[in-house]
């Protein structure tokens, strides 16, 4: 790493990423640039990750039908057949709570057979009784925290994730649920142990975003620093969804996915 005081400027090299390719990131006082140099071709992008979140951008017609448009281009994560045996579907709820644009999580009573104690958005499998996977939704979140139909505004929903279950796969569909006191919700104790906001401009700070690389070849993104650590397939969601549902030049993490280095000694080991 080289920091010149003379021009506030930070250079910083990844040496772990293939040769051909240079990562660095170079801060100019309120203004960050990203270059990625392949060989003798530079590329730029402009960041302003202290860009001001506007709730009248966010909340309009435009960019809601623009965030649906995006999150239904995603390609389904980690699907595994293109029409799962079983279904199942959470609500990412977008509110405000104290001025601020927040999306509202659940922490899972210990009590669950599955996914105990961990965070998530209210949602479940897909019941008989449900005409379609909208309705399930907004059936669990209504059964989870006591929020009713009419409260909830459902913009659309993106792509199926496929889950650890190789039959089942679940479906986020974002609702506005407007300005929300977390002491008005009715918790069911026997399927969450608490409820919890994060502020978008939160979830957009570089400090509160890494992510886990794993054995078997993916990458899922971990937020830290809020009340309750955001990970796997809920951190995937909230992910994309901040993705689509920002304008360009806010939300700028990435995953990145790292070759492992293969020693002589492992590829050895691999031969015998």
Not at 166 to 183: H, T, W
Not at 203 to 226: A, C, E, H, W
């Amino acid at each position: 790493m080289i920091h010149s005081s003379a021009f506030n400027m930070i250079y910083i090299s990844r040496p772990m990423l293939h040769t051909h390719v240079k990562e660095q990131v170079m801060s100019v006082r309120h203004m960050k640039y990203w270059f990625i140099s392949p060989k003798h071709k530079i590329s730029v992008r402009h960041i302003n990750q202290d860009r001001t979140i506007s709730e009248d951008f966010i909340l309009s017609k435009e960019n809601r039908e623009n965030c649906i448009a995006k999150l239904r281009s995603m390609k389904p994560i980690r699907l595994h057949d293109k029409e799962p045996a079983r279904k199942a579907a959470v609500l990412v709820p977008l509110c405000v709570v104290n001025n601020e644009l927040s999306l509202l999580y659940t922490l899972r009573s210990s009590d669950m057979k599955n996914y105990r104690s961990q965070v998530s958005f209210p949602g479940g499998i897909q019941d008989k009784t449900d005409a379609n996977l909208e309705e399930t939704a907004i059936r669990e979140t209504f059964e989870e925290l006591g929020i009713q139909r009419y409260q909830i505004n459902i913009w659309g929903h993106g792509n199926f994730f496929g889950t650890r279950q190789k039959n089942m796969a679940v479906m986020p569909f974002i609702g506005y649920i407007g300005e929300l006191s977390l002491q008005d919700l009715r918790l069911n104790r026997k399927e969450v142990e608490s409820v919890f906001t994060v502020p978008l401009k939160h979830l957009i700070k570089p400090d509160n975003f890494k992510y886990t690389q794993f054995r078997s070849g993916y990458v899922l993104p971990v937020f830290v620093g809020s009340e309750y650590r955001i990970w796997g397939m809920t951190a995937m969601i909230t992910h994309f969804v901040l993705e689509a549902l920002l304008p360009a030049g806010t939300y700028v993490h990435k995953l990145r996915y790292i070759v492992p280095y293969k020693t002589s000694l492992a590829t050895k080991n691999k031969r015998n």
